[in-house]
């Protein structure tokens, strides 16, 4: 994100000056998400009636560049999950757009579809549950060129298969192990060659190192970043993890219930964050030597995030908000540049 | 000071697997330890010990003396009445430690009406006191949710009030912020050294994240492979780390210095528990590792030249951070 405020993740403002400059898509753009909601129905416990929605995803937009890696933090009850989840296809949007490489995807035809979701792969957090326990890792591996004939041709599936495995870390001669004969660090490896079988251009990582231990998240990381810098791929990185986030993104998006409180350049949101909600959330990282440095003065944030179901009037953070006025409670604050990048807080800044 | 719990060289094992392979620590009446180890290192296992929670079958050996009482010499019995009453445990998920169909207030008020014969009266009142103690709010309604109404973090602080419900003089805490967001995580071990600074009680620690530990920890105990390999205060251990493992973790975690190209991990995985490798239990993914590591498992030993009680299993403390 540029400091000038001239960024394509900066939303349209209803109601704006008409006058303000319309912002063109940058070329290099390769995942659009504006205005996106992601809802469910609340039903009755008897008969099954739609009682309510919630939006898990309330109105998010930004911008994804090639070869970059945003990083979408946020608490349980963020939707960062969800918005994944959107994206990929396994969660309806009710509004909004996504817009891959030109296609809007919760628009595009069955057809087009199917073309366009070889092209964004996942892995998920939990490589124990994500992974078909009656499969051998090279049947995880070819399923994707099953389903997608063109990307591989099956007399050439032993060798990729082999190049695959090797190129995440593993022996090519396990290909006819199970999940269960891995250890977890291992059978994260195997998501991520599983994901990488169709040769996507996104890659979205849903907390890929959180259910794996500290010697090994490393290991995990380090993979990542070398098969990003070795197959120019784009990573959208989704974690509640702070510190991890801040090894492996380029960006960062903070989101609260819903929506994004703040976006900015790695380096910017970790020395100035400027939302309340980013401020609590650095200073309640653990430090590894709080002796040594001062670190962030601490907000304690009292209270749970509220339910998504009845999500508060006006800025949606305000009733843990330590500085809270009155106004946060009627207007919602947009995502706009204020100060330094876009922050989405009455209190940080005139909006320019 | 006599210390309120005393470990000696336990060992636990199930079958042909040694989960616990001689290990020893004390914990000081109002002093926070920290055991730290990843997967499969029995640090959840040493605590269970201790507990009496081991499932029958587990050949237990060594010693365990919790206020001048070795807990192993006496009847499993005897264990069981200072569970709950003297020494009290919280664990990493609060939803599957808390029964769904009971309501808060009466599983916390549960042990006083029990144990002590107070009226359900008596124990409704005294669950309220915990709850707002703890800092739930709106304790006296909140007294008659089920668990389910509660957010995670509120759980854990239902099993908090239901672990402090008879004033113990050590709690045990299992990974108790693990399942739970950051911000959520700040308060409740907030919590945790505010009640004991109150209480005076003995805190022991498990987890496997070493900021956690840096933040409330007077001790840290490392386990790897069953062993103790390293413990000291914990600034003296994470400013002069004297093992390799220790090393190998402090360098994994992406710290608060911000992005390096690359985080250093320590090679390799944790041991089969199966087959054990021979000497030192991490020789394999050592990088100091020499002849005799491969050959002779290394006994914990004062560091030679350090302060508080600083030690080391390794052959070569001097090799690391060198």
């Given at each position: 994100?540029?400091?000038?405020?001239?960024?394509?993740?900066?939303?349209?403002?209803?109601?704006?000056?008409?006058?303000?400059?319309p912002?063109?898509?940058?070329?290099?753009t390769?995942?659009?998400?504006?205005?996106?909601?992601?809802?469910?129905?609340?039903?009755?416990?008897?008969?099954?009636?739609?009682?309510?929605?919630?939006?898990?995803?309330?109105?998010?937009?930004f911008?994804?560049?090639?070869?970059?890696?945003?990083?979408?933090?946020?608490?349980?009850?963020?939707?960062?999950?969800?918005?994944?989840?959107?994206?990929?296809?396994?969660?309806?949007?009710?509004?909004?757009?996504v817009?891959f490489?030109?296609?809007d995807l919760?628009?595009?035809?069955?057809?087009?579809?199917?073309?366009?979701?070889?092209?964004?792969?996942?892995?998920?957090?939990?490589?124990?549950?994500?992974?078909?326990p009656?499969?051998?890792?090279?049947?995880l591996?070819?399923?994707?060129?099953?389903?997608?004939?063109?990307?591989?041709?099956?007399?050439?599936?032993?060798?990729?298969?082999?190049?695959?495995?090797?190129?995440?870390?593993?022996?090519?001669?396990?290909?006819?192990?199970?999940?269960?004969?891995?250890?977890?660090?291992?059978?994260?490896?195997?998501?991520?060659?599983?994901?990488?079988?169709l040769?996507?251009?996104?890659?979205?990582?849903d907390?890929p190192?959180?259910?794996?231990?500290?010697?090994i998240?490393?290991?995990?990381?380090?993979?990542?970043?070398?098969?990003?810098?070795?197959?120019?791929?784009?990573?959208?990185?989704?974690?509640?993890?702070?510190?991890?986030?801040?090894?492996?993104?380029?960006?960062?998006?903070?989101?609260?219930?819903?929506?994004?409180?703040?976006?900015?350049?790695?380096?910017?949101?970790?020395?100035?964050?400027?939302?309340?909600?980013?401020?609590?959330?650095?200073?309640?990282?653990?430090?590894?030597?709080?002796?040594?440095?001062?670190?962030?003065?601490?907000?304690?944030?009292?209270?749970?995030?509220?339910?998504?179901?009845?999500?508060?009037?006006?800025?949606?953070?305000?009733?843990?908000?330590?500085?809270?006025?009155d106004?946060?409670?009627?207007?919602?604050?947009?995502?706009?540049?204020?100060?330094?990048?876009?922050?989405?807080?009455?209190?940080?800044?005139?909006?320019? | 000071?006599?210390?309120l719990?005393s470990?000696?060289?336990?060992?636990?094992?199930?079958?042909?697997?040694?989960?616990v392979?001689?290990?020893?620590?004390?914990?000081?009446?109002?002093?926070?330890?920290?055991?730290?180890?990843?997967?499969?290192?029995?640090?959840?296992?040493?605590?269970?010990?201790?507990?009496?929670?081991?499932?029958?079958?587990?050949?237990?050996?060594?010693?365990?003396?919790?206020?001048?009482?070795?807990?192993?010499?006496?009847?499993?019995?005897e264990?069981r009445?200072?569970?709950?009453?003297?020494?009290?445990?919280?664990?990493?998920?609060?939803?599957?430690?808390?029964?769904?169909?009971?309501?808060?207030?009466?599983?916390?008020?549960?042990?006083?009406?029990?144990?002590?014969?107070?009226?359900?009266k008596?124990?409704?009142?005294?669950a309220?006191?915990?709850?707002?103690?703890v800092?739930?709010?709106?304790?006296?309604?909140?007294?008659?949710?089920?668990?389910h109404?509660?957010?995670?973090?509120?759980?854990?602080?239902?099993?908090?009030?239901?672990?402090?419900?008879?004033?113990?003089?050590?709690?045990?805490?299992?990974?108790?912020?693990?399942?739970?967001?950051?911000?959520?995580?700040?308060?409740?071990?907030?919590?945790?050294?505010?009640?004991?600074?109150?209480?005076?009680?003995?805190?022991?620690?498990?987890?496997?994240?070493?900021?956690?530990?840096?933040?409330?920890?007077?001790?840290?105990?490392?386990?790897?492979?069953?062993?103790?390999?390293?413990?000291?205060?914990?600034?003296?251990?994470?400013?002069?780390?004297?093992?390799?493992?220790?090393?190998?973790?402090?360098?994994?975690?992406?710290?608060?210095?911000?992005?390096?190209?690359?985080?250093?991990?320590?090679?390799?995985?944790?041991?089969?528990?199966?087959?054990?490798?021979?000497?030192?239990?991490?020789?394999?993914?050592?990088?100091?590792?020499?002849?005799?590591?491969?050959?002779?498992?290394?006994?914990?030993?004062?560091?030679?030249?350090?302060?508080?009680?600083?030690?080391?299993?390794?052959?070569?403390?001097e090799?690391?951070?060198?």
């Amino acid at each position: 994100m540029t400091a000038d405020g001239a960024d394509p993740a900066t939303p349209v403002i209803p109601g704006e000056r008409s006058d303000a400059v319309p912002v063109a898509i940058q070329t290099d753009t390769l995942l659009s998400v504006r205005e996106l909601r992601t809802g469910f129905p609340i039903r009755s416990a008897l008969l099954r009636r739609t009682v309510g929605r919630i939006d898990a995803v309330a109105g998010v937009s930004f911008d994804l560049r090639a070869g970059e890696t945003l990083g979408l933090v946020g608490e349980s009850g963020s939707g960062k999950s969800t918005i994944a989840r959107t994206i990929v296809g396994l969660a309806r949007a009710s509004s909004g757009s996504v817009v891959f490489d030109g296609t809007d995807l919760t628009a595009a035809g069955p057809e087009e579809l199917r073309r366009r979701r070889r092209d964004i792969q996942m892995i998920f957090q939990d490589p124990y549950a994500s992974l078909n326990p009656r499969r051998t890792v090279r049947d995880l591996v070819t399923e994707g060129w099953q389903i997608h004939p063109d990307v591989v041709p099956r007399r050439r599936w032993d060798a990729e298969v082999a190049d695959l495995l090797e190129r995440v870390g593993l022996d090519p001669a396990h290909a006819d192990r199970y999940p269960h004969q891995f250890s977890g660090g291992q059978r994260q490896r195997i998501g991520i060659a599983r994901a990488l079988a169709l040769r996507p251009r996104l890659l979205i990582c849903d907390e890929p190192v959180s259910a794996l231990d500290v010697s090994i998240q490393a290991q995990v990381l380090n993979l990542l970043s070398d098969l990003q810098r070795d197959l120019g791929l784009t990573y959208l990185f989704i974690s509640h993890d702070l510190s991890v986030v801040r090894h492996v993104a380029d960006r960062v998006a903070v989101l609260y219930l819903g929506t994004i409180v703040e976006e900015a350049d790695r380096d910017d949101i970790f020395a100035a964050p400027a939302h309340p909600y980013t401020r609590a959330l650095l200073s309640a990282v653990p430090r590894l030597r709080p002796w040594r440095d001062t670190g962030p003065a601490p907000v304690p944030l009292t209270g749970d995030v509220p339910s998504p179901a009845h999500p508060p009037s006006g800025c949606r953070f305000r009733t843990r908000c330590p500085v809270a006025e009155d106004r946060c409670a009627t207007d919602v604050p947009v995502l706009v540049p204020r100060g330094g990048h876009p922050v989405a807080c009455h209190l940080a800044g005139d909006p320019r | 000071m006599e210390p309120l719990l005393s470990v000696r060289d336990l060992r636990v094992r199930f079958g042909p697997v040694t989960a616990v392979d001689g290990v020893s620590f004390d914990v000081l009446p109002g002093e926070t330890v920290a055991v730290v180890g990843e997967s499969g290192s029995g640090k959840s296992v040493t605590m269970q010990a201790v507990m009496g929670l081991l499932p029958r079958g587990a050949e237990v050996t060594g010693s365990i003396v919790y206020d001048g009482r070795d807990l192993l010499a006496r009847p499993i019995a005897e264990t069981r009445k200072l569970c709950g009453t003297e020494l009290a445990m919280i664990f990493q998920d609060p939803l599957s430690s808390l029964n769904p169909v009971f309501r808060v207030g009466r599983q916390i008020s549960e042990s006083l009406v029990r144990r002590r014969g107070a009226s359900r009266k008596q124990g409704r009142a005294h669950a309220v006191d915990l709850m707002r103690r703890v800092g739930i709010p709106d304790p006296e309604r909140r007294v008659d949710d089920f668990p389910h109404q509660f957010s995670g973090g509120m759980r854990q602080r239902a099993m908090i009030a239901m672990a402090l419900s008879l004033g113990p003089r050590l709690l045990i805490a299992d990974e108790p912020t693990t399942a739970l967001d950051v911000t959520v995580q700040a308060q409740i071990m907030r919590l945790l050294a505010d009640l004991r600074r109150e209480t005076g009680m003995g805190l022991a620690l498990i987890t496997h994240d070493l900021g956690v530990v840096a933040g409330v920890a007077d001790r840290v105990v490392l386990m790897y492979a069953g062993r103790v390999v390293e413990t000291g205060t914990t600034r003296e251990v994470y400013d002069h780390q004297a093992h390799p493992y220790t090393e190998g973790l402090l360098l994994s975690v992406p710290d608060d210095t911000g992005r390096a190209d690359h985080l250093v991990p320590i090679p390799g995985q944790p041991p089969n528990p199966l087959r054990p490798p021979g000497g030192c239990p991490f020789h394999p993914r050592c990088r100091y590792a020499i002849d005799v590591c491969r050959a002779d498992a290394p006994v914990l030993v004062d560091l030679a030249g350090r302060p508080d009680g600083h030690r080391t299993a390794c052959h070569r403390p001097e090799a690391v951070g060198a």
